[in-house]
DNA sequence: AAGATTGTTGCTTA
DNA sequence: TTAAGCAACAATCT
């Protein structure tokens, strides 16, 4: 369930803690997630180092040294990206806050774990350990003309300048496919999960099941303005943790204290006190308050 | 103990 | 040809 604002959470911490520093040994302890051979994934990256990570909605891409290829990562469900430094602290002693046995106990006990599917050394700076539970989760390499081919078939990315309620519009016109189903298809807008495309919707009043080329314009007007702003508040806080998440420092986000609808069926509506529903809509769990939002 | 679970792909159906 | 729906992926939890 990392969405747009935990992938990007982890982005910010990692660049702060990997830029430059060399690797010095790979270790694929699951050969599924790598897509590739052992031998081929290990050679592109030893002996280089990251000079760049980017993001394009939940697809990470670390820019290698060589000027030539890049790491792309794909958290998935499960995955979690953590960074411990040569001390054997987590994060690097960056955002330390709560104890540090607990936190060992969130990720699974002492990296690597029985859930590490991959571990890039640094020497003796630290270690950058990718743990994904399911396995659904990828570590590949790419070359920039594959990442631009890759890039192209991504929709708009929130947050940035092509994030114009013209092409937001753009992005949904014609499809008689519900809001939620499209706001869930990578192809249109990106980033936007589960969890988020439920709080949207809460905030803009709209029901879920509602067609997508039957929205007022009214009404995706304030659906562009509240995914902004959702997705900005949500990263100002370092994401949802809703199961797994965690930063690269393997701590929780502090953004849960504000969902409004997500996790919360059977409880009452924030706004209106009616009972909170839980329905399948887009073969997704979809929480939503039936008189709020039309 | 069957059914559900956060993301995405690719197959099937219409 | 295109779009919508849904199983599959793997493991865990309820």
Redesign the pocket.
Known sequence: ???LPEVETIRRDLLERIIGKKISAVDVF?K?IIKSDRETFAKNLSGKSFSDIGRA???LFFALSDRRNFLLI?????GQLIYVDGKGIIGGGHSLKAGEASMLEKIGGALPN??TRLAIRFGRSGTLYFND????GYARIADGEELAR?KE?LGIEPLTPVFTLDNFKKALA?????IK??L????FIL???????DEALFLSGINPKRK?DGLKNVEIKKLHTVIGGLIKKAIKYRGTT????TDASGQKGNFSQFLQVYGRAGQSCPTCGTKIL?I?E????THFCPRCQK
């Open positions: 369930m990392p969405e699951e599924k909605g939940k697809l794909h958290l998935k469900m499960t029985k859930y539970v399911r396995k659904f890759i078939g014609g499809k008689k496919k519900s189903a499209r869930l298809d990578q192809k980033g936007l999960g589960n969890i988020y495309v997508t809703f199961s797994d998440y839980k399948k887009a073969g997704r769990g």
